[in-house]
């Protein structure tokens, strides 16, 4: 009966946000129930410019508008919104940041300049635009009140409550849990009292301020956000059908481990995703911490969608480059203005077999040009299951992905990868990237906000997987590597590399985190052979310790090789051995880890480069 009595009074006062559970003591109990009687259009918005300009043919403006009333107080979101003069009936689009990040005029844009209106918000009430800047000490400005001060900036006002985060109001935020608290909607433990529901509930609050805009075409609106703004993406697509496509990155996938029915039940991606019906891209990055590429499969068997894509980066961990972060603004052209069409998911399935090496056979859509096909496997994967601890920081962020070029079959659309693996008694993990041409350059802003351009796209297989015991009684065999060279730099090893910044040569491997190329005794040597057409220095760094190397130029080869005590953190402090270690980096310039609790600044080593990138040769370990 409490039931019956929680959801009518619901219906009638969700608008003004009272907390109905003051007349039952039941919560909402799933996802539908949450979100009952609730009308994101039913509220006026109360919109208010902040300020408005002009920027190469693209208007944009600092506005808030009414989120509701939580606890008889009037909470309202900022963000920026912006899009092309002059033109109307647009597709809109919602960008939602990540934790720690900003509503940023960047992403509207250069959006705008690809003919989308565009609402960034600032759920958290940070800013970035053109002199209006509202950083964490700006929130705090606003919080108190401080109008003298010249940085006080109007911001994100959630009123009674506390949604912002990184940081919170009162010190602690609800986006891990259900408290009650002052500052929370219900005053039992709720999902309402949940940060995710009720920056969700702004975000469709979002989607009205879109549709009502006149720049706006209310029937063609998207989604999309990284990180915590990856996950929020999912939450207001499953939760409001007015979306049309979303793309979340790095998140919206792995919500999905915690022992917490409530949260279970409700705020995690389950629940959601299993809603969504619209066309949808994932972004999952092979080493990503929020948006596990091993959750990809479950997600995408979850929704209810037909268009679906993924797209996952080797090695990377919450960052992408332009051909993977691209595939959004493709996704968009496609599902909200009718662009060409994109190519189906490839299809991708182990093979092994007694007496050989396992295979990848990859089978991809010609619907675009493709411009290759790459396959990547890893034996350090960890399945989870539920109310199981996290995957550790090891599995999650520095598992190694051994890159193999797949061979043309004589089949059009099909490639095959013969997988050198290491070890029989592992389980194997592997998918395929294939690579395709955009119609024109796109340039777009990246999950950080840094503007990019791209002619390329990449479409990945669904993750395939062999348990350890399948594969051992396989017969199937390994081809481990049989001596101590890490790296010899031949051919396409730069496919066991990685790098977030391609104007530079610099780069970085998880390859040390492979069993097979971990050092052969705690203190053994790395050795590794440089040239350098000009005098320069460089930095041999791994996990935050490093070491410069002195190069003399004239193209002369310098062997270099150092125990683990040559590697510095900030406070000079050298590595015990080489045990556990993770990343190794080669480059320029590096920062070297301040370890916790010290007052030592951080310590950049190395000098910026002059000239031709350095050759390598032997990068190895010595006895």
């Not at 009518?8 to 009952?36: I, K, Y």
């Not at 919206?252 to 409700?266: E, K, V």
């Not at 990945?460 to 015991?469: F, M, V």
């Not at 609790?597 to 010595?622: D, E, M, Y």
Request: neutral net charge; hydrophobic residues 35%.
């Amino acid at each position: 009966m409490n039931h019956l009595i929680l959801r009518n009074l619901c219906a009638v006062s969700f608008s003004v946000f009272c907390s109905c559970l003051v007349w039952g003591n039941t919560p909402p109990g799933d996802f539908d129930e949450m979100w009952h009687g609730f009308d994101p259009r039913s509220d006026p918005l109360e919109t208010e410019i902040l300020k408005e300009w002009e920027e190469d043919n693209v208007v944009l403006k600092v506005i808030r508008y009414r989120i509701g009333e939580f606890k008889g107080q009037k909470s309202f979101m900022a963000g920026i919104y912006g899009y092309p003069k002059g033109q109307e009936r647009l597709p809109g689009l919602l960008q939602i940041h990540g934790g720690g990040q900003y509503a940023h005029s960047n992403a509207v844009q250069t959006n705008a300049k690809r003919g989308y209106a565009t609402l960034s918000i600032a759920w958290a009430g940070r800013i970035s635009a053109p002199g209006y800047t509202v950083s964490p000490r700006e929130v705090k400005l606003f919080w108190e009140g401080k109008k003298d001060d010249p940085k006080y900036r109007i911001t994100t006002d959630w009123g009674a409550l506390d949604a912002y985060h990184a940081p919170s109001r009162y010190g602690k935020d609800a986006f891990t849990s259900l408290p009650v608290e002052d500052w929370t909607l219900d005053p039992v433990r709720s999902p309402r009292n949940s940060s995710w529901f009720l920056v969700a509930l702004a975000g469709r609050r979002g989607l009205t301020f879109l549709e009502q805009q006149p720049q706006v075409d209310g029937s063609k609106l998207g989604v999309y956000g990284h990180s915590m703004g990856g996950k929020l993406t999912v939450l207001i697509t499953g939760a409001d059908d007015r979306v049309k496509a979303a793309a979340p990155s790095c998140g919206g996938i792995s919500d999905r481990y915690t022992d917490d029915d409530l949260h279970f039940a409700t705020v995690s991606d389950p629940p959601s995703l299993k809603r969504i019906a619209v066309p949808i891209v994932f972004l999952s990055p092979s080493n990503d911490f929020h948006g596990r590429i091993n959750d990809l499969e479950t997600a995408v068997h979850e929704i209810k969608s037909k268009d679906w894509r993924v797209s996952c980066s080797p090695h990377h961990n919450h960052q992408d480059t332009p051909e993977f972060e691209g595939l959004t603004q493709v996704w968009f052209d496609r599902y909200l203005k009718s662009k060409h069409p994109v190519p189906s998911t490839p299809e991708a399935q182990l093979e092994v077999r007694s007496g050989q090496l396992p295979r990848l056979v990859v089978n991809a859509d010609r619907a675009r040009e493709i411009q290759k096909v790459e396959v990547y496997f890893t034996q350090q994967g960890i399945l989870q299951e539920r109310g199981e601890a996290k995957d550790d920081s090891a599995n999650t962020k520095h598992r190694f992905w051994k890159f193999v070029k797949p061979a043309k079959s004589v089949l059009q659309n099909q490639w095959v990868a013969t997988l050198p693996i290491f070890d029989v008694g592992r389980p194997l993990w592997a998918f395929a990237n294939v690579f395709y041409r955009t119609d024109e350059k796109i340039t777009g802003a990246g999950y950080y906000y840094g503007t990019y351009q791209t002619e390329n796209f990449v479409l990945t297989s669904l993750l395939q997987t062999i348990p350890a015991e399948q594969l051992r009684k396989s017969g199937t065999v390994a081809n481990p590597p049989s001596n101590h060279k890490i790296e010899d730099f031949s051919g396409e090893w730069k496919k066991d590399w990685f790098s977030y910044n391609q104007k530079k040569w610099g780069l970085r491997t998880n390859k040390l985190h492979e069993p097979i190329w971990a050092a052969p005794s705690p203190q053994s040597r790395i050795s590794l052979e440089v040239r350098s057409d000009i005098a320069n220095k460089m930095v041999l760094w791994v996990d935050g310790h490093g070491v410069e190397l002195t190069l003399s130029g004239s193209g002369i080869w310098q062997r270099f090789s150092f125990p683990p005590t040559a590697l510095k953190n900030s406070e000079g402090t050298g590595l015990t051995d080489w045990i556990g270690i993770k990343e190794l980096r080669l480059d320029d310039t590096e920062k070297l880890k301040v370890p916790r609790g010290s007052s030592t600044k951080a310590l950049k080593v190395g000098a910026p480069w002059q000239g031709p990138p350095p050759a390598f040769r032997n990068l190895c370990w010595i006895e």
